[in-house]
């Protein structure tokens, strides 16, 4: 069974840093995608960023417009884990933020419970 743990979430004032991590369990996760999405309040859930594999031991990341330049991302595929690093942290970025695992040959998605990330102004 896929389980996946988050942590690092917090409040924070405008102009700094979080780490989220997530940490997944129940198989290997070398060649799936992983990264996160966001909800805020009253709207819906939108993507942020992905690590995907693109062959051998090379990976490819993307990211929301709405981030580029300010989040980082990472994955260590020996802890299973992926990272999100959030710099430069806006109001705008107050959200749940969720991990997520899709493998590469399925639609489906495996989701963390949330980390809540609020940005004072």
């Known amino acids: 069974q896929v389980q996946l743990v988050e942590s690092g979430g917090g409040t924070v004032q405008a102009g700094g840093s979080l780490r989220l991590s997530c940490t997944a369990s129940?198989?290997?996760?070398?060649?799936?995608?992983m990264g996160w999405f966001r909800q805020a309040p009253g709207k819906e859930r939108e993507f942020v960023t992905s690590?995907?594999?693109?062959?051998?031991?090379?990976?490819?990341?993307d990211f929301a417009d709405s981030v580029k330049g300010r989040f980082t991302a990472s994955r260590d595929n020996v802890k299973n884990t992926v990272y999100l690093q959030m710099n430069g942290l806006k109001p705008d970025d107050t959200a749940v933020y969720y991990c997520?695992?899709?493998?590469?040959?399925?639609?489906?998605?495996?989701w963390g419970q949330g980390t809540q990330v609020t940005v004072s102004s």
């Open positions: 997520y695992v899709k493998p590469r040959s399925s639609q489906d998605y495996y």
């Open positions: 690590i995907w594999w693109s062959g051998g031991n090379t990976y490819t990341a």
């Open positions: 129940g198989r290997t996760f070398s060649h799936d995608a």
